[in-house]
């Protein structure tokens, strides 16, 4: 089909005063290497899902109303009175999702390939910033939602950087605009959320595609040809022009393909599972809130409730930068070389290694109480067959463990922290005189309560904890499980049977 | 043509159905529950005393509030400022006012409401523990020493002051009871401590029906752990009390008058 001869003409004169047409048709004809297969198609559909968030991203923001007041309601007006304004949320939601898997993918394949030797150092290095900068985007649009998962995601953010000494209090101020949470706090999230990180993200974008387009897409790794910097460009230009094809439409076939398969699944995941939230609006009276942050964050929570107390500061402030570096450092600390895998053992586990670390703590995160249940000594009921056939003394002991929030860090009956041991068999580990000791001094990680309760409250919390045997299990040291002299102890029902 | 026409049905299609997808978010604001409601009081219940009080208010470690006799018989008020302002120097907390995190007083109303009226309903013809006996505490009423004769005659089965002391101690199982009506002392120095005197005579007078201990109607045991009928009247609640108050300072002798709670 030949163009009209008017279109052509124009084309031309288009092209010989801004030259656009003959650098498209050279990014698009531009020669790739022939086995450059399916592996190849993650970093296509990360720029895609991009694209979808930067399309449904200005529709949202032309209903949204970026106010404390107002944020919320107006999700609600886009979820119910726009038509087809849930399935932009969900759209926007989801693809911002697929696009951080995508690229966490994509940066995998790369690793794993060895792509990021030379020269394409700085396309890695643009790359981890984009990583980031997708990061941050992804964590700013869950503060759009506004609710109490926004609130919750803040809170610990600020709290993470206002650990940061001496200018923690500043930090923190910075990032929320004033000393706590508030109508500022969303200003200066949306700020970042539309127009200072998707303006990042499209120039580091661009700087990345450029890098592409100049030192070629790689070829796959073949084990025992390494990367030599005096003779690769040669070698490689050499290759790609005897065996290489164009871009177009060879391989961008495969990305196309790939890419609308993606695409029906985002509109499938949309339209099955709805957007997020918005959860309950942050407010009091509003009860049954159990605030969590997006999948792609619950690592981190994981991570600090499980950090020890006394290193939490300084891994969570020098955690993040060295992460960071030895992520852009990488091309630089191993620049030639081998690329292929199975000639890097070493890459292969540190990956294998992260990537289990990120899926085990997700799960964690999941499941696991990451950080204080703020209700959890008023609402996690004592297991009831730790009341029935208690003295009066124990049952006050009980509500002394509910009252002084012991369950922060101790369960019972499977419920609580997981921070201290499991107290449904403190009985059989520990004795009447060391139970005391151990609430009054504490130890290990538990700090000391001698100054905090009374000797009644310590008397009725020993009383109660030295009951808990764990169904009438053995002592497990000597002298444990025995009341203490000239006190009652806690009846023991001879025929279970009988029990009512 | 024909292509136009297959695109615009199809649209029209995805369009229009739309509203059917599963994905389409229920209405929202999720519509607020009033706490007076069953699962508007339930909700914030589960939330703020389930903890101490027990799942949906039976065998928790605290008072059970799925009491009906006990729910009728304590003023609506006194409930809203105990909840409200908690007890201090016992393990109740204050749940509004100046608590961090506070309840507002109109939602506590309106929980206190939806409590009673849920769980506070009497069935008709079926008898009360509490015998109508008032439920206030007075201060320095009762008879301390006709309190012991009652709580030798009445009490000291289920409640010895050593559990080696009980008609129901399994002499061949050192540690055991027969009976598990046996849970132990209420004379307790430190249990006394621990507890307001109006917790003794709300425990007296309604009893604790989830865990088997019997209200002021009875029955009770004798120290041989027969059945005692006879129940206590408003006199003999009042004399029990002034007996337990009376050990809560015995032993050490000691007082203490801090409470550590954070």
Redesign the interface.
């Known amino acids: 089909m030949r163009m009209p001869r008017f279109l052509s003409r124009s084309a031309a004169m288009i092209d010989d005063r801004t030259g656009l047409i003959t650098a498209t048709q050279g990014a698009m004809y531009h020669r790739v290497p022939r086995n450059a297969k399916w592996w190849y198609v993650f970093g296509s559909a990360t720029l895609m899902f991009f694209i979808i968030q930067l399309v449904t991203g200005v529709l949202l923001t032309t209903l949204y109303v970026p106010s404390a007041a107002e944020a ?1 309601s107006s999700l ?1 007006y886009i ?2 009175k726009v ?2 304004g ?2 932009l949320r ?1 759209l926007h939601g989801w693809s911002s999702n697929a696009m951080c898997v995508m690229m966490l993918i994509h940066m995998t394949q790369v690793f794993l390939h060895g792509t990021y030797k030379y020269p394409r150092e700085l396309t890695w290095v643009a790359g981890t910033l984009l990583c980031l900068t997708t990061l941050a985007l992804a964590f700013t649009g869950q503060v759009m939602r506004w609710d109490s998962n926004a609130y919750w995601g803040l809170g610990i953010g600020a709290a993470i950087v206002d650990r940061a000494p001496f200018i923690g209090n500043w930090l923190r101020a910075i990032v929320l605009g004033g000393p706590d949470i508030s109508g500022a706090t969303l200003s200066r999230f949306f700020a970042l959320h539309v127009f200072i990180l998707p303006g990042a993200a499209i120039a580091l974008i661009g700087l990345h595609l450029m890098l592409v387009l100049k030192n070629g897409i790689s070829e796959m790794p073949k084990p025992g040809a390494p990367v030599e910097p005096e003779t690769y460009r040669e070698e490689y230009h050499a290759r790609i022009k005897k065996t290489g094809v164009p871009f177009f439409p060879d391989a961008a076939r495969r990305d196309m393909v790939f890419c609308g398969a993606m695409l029906i699944v985002l509109i499938g995941i ?6 997020f939230g ?1 959860g ?2 942050p407010d ?5 809130v159990s605030p969590k942050p997006d999948t792609l964050f619950l690592w981190i929570f994981a991570v600090l409730a499980l950090l020890p107390p006394n290193t939490e500061t300084f891994l969570l402030l020098a955690g993040p930068p060295v992460i960071i570096g030895f992520l852009a450092a990488l091309p630089f600390i191993s620049p030639t070389g081998e690329r292929a895998p199975s000639r890097r053992p070493l890459s292969v586990v540190i990956l294998v290694a992260i990537v289990t670390a990120l899926g085990v703590l997700t799960v964690l995160g999941e499941y696991e109480p990451w950080s204080p249940r ?9 297991p ?1 067959e730790y ?10 002991g ?3 463990l ?4 012991c369950r922060n860090c101790h369960s019972i009956g499977g419920i609580g922290g997981k921070r201290g041991p499991a107290l449904d068999a403190v009985a059989t580990r520990l004795s009447w005189d060391q139970l005391v000791r151990q609430i009054q001094q504490g130890g290990g990680n538990m700090p000391a ?1 001698g ?7 310590v ?2 919390l020993v ?1 109660f904890l030295s009951t808990l045997d764990d169904q009438a299990q053995p002592a497990l040291i000597p002298g444990a499980m025995e009341a203490q002299p000239a006190r ?8 279970a049977s ?3 | 043509m024909r292509l136009g026409l297959i695109c615009l049905l199809g649209t029209t299609v995805l ?1 229009g159905g ?1 509203n059917d ?5 229920p ?4 519509p ?1 529950i009033p706490a007076n409601t069953s699962a508007g009081f339930e ?2 219940y ?7 009080h ?2 949906n208010g039976v ?4 008072r059970p509030m799925r009491d009906a006799d006990y729910l009728q018989s304590i003023p609506r008020e006194t409930l809203f400022a105990v909840t409200r302002n908690g007890v201090p120097g016992t ?1 109740m ?1 204050q749940m509004g006012g100046d608590a961090v ?4 007083d109109d ?1 506590l109303h309106k929980f206190i409401e939806g409590m009673v009226d849920t769980w506070g309903v009497l069935k008709p013809g079926e008898p009360r523990p509490s015998r109508g006996i008032a439920w206030k505490h007075v201060p320095g009423s009762g008879d301390a020493s006709r309190g012991a004769a009652i709580f030798e005659a009445k009490c000291v089965y289920c ?1 010895p ?3 080696k002391a ?1 008609a129901a101690y ?1 002499l061949d ?1 050192p ?6 009506l ?5 004379v ?4 006394l ?3 307001s005197d109006q917790h003794l005579r709300s425990s007296v007078v309604y009893g604790r029906a989830d ?2 201990m019997p209200g002021a109607a009875g029955p009770f045991r004798s120290p041989d752990g027969k059945e005692v009928a006879e129940p206590l009247d408003a006199e003999a609640v009042a004399d029990l009390v002034a007996y337990m108050i009376s050990f809560r300072d015995e032993w ?1 002798t000691r007082a ?1 008058k ?5």
Not at chain 1, 451 to 457: C, V
Not at chain 1, 488 to 495: F, G, H, L, N
């Open positions: 919320y609600v979820d119910e038509p087809g849930w399935m969900a949309a339209a099955w599972f709805g957007p918005p309950p609006v009091p009276t509003i009860i049954e703020m209700r959890a000594w008023t609402s996690d009921t004592t009831v009341v029935k056939h208690r003295s009066p003394l124990e049952l006050q009980a509500l002394q509910q009252y002084a929030q309560y100054k905090n309760l009374s000797s009644a409250e008397e009725a009383a009652d102890e806690s009846p023991t029902v001879a025929d009988a029990a009512p | 369009v739309c997808l599963p994905g389409k978010p209405p929202n604001p999720a607020v909700a914030i589960a939330e703020r005393c389930a903890g101490c027990g799942n065998l928790g470690a605290a393990r907390p995190d506070p309840i507002p939602v409640h002051a050593q559990m009980s399994d199982r540690g055991t009871v027969t009976d598990p046996v849970v132990g002392s209420v307790d120095p430190f249990y401590r621990l507890v865990l088997g050490p203490e801090k409470d550590g709670a954070p």
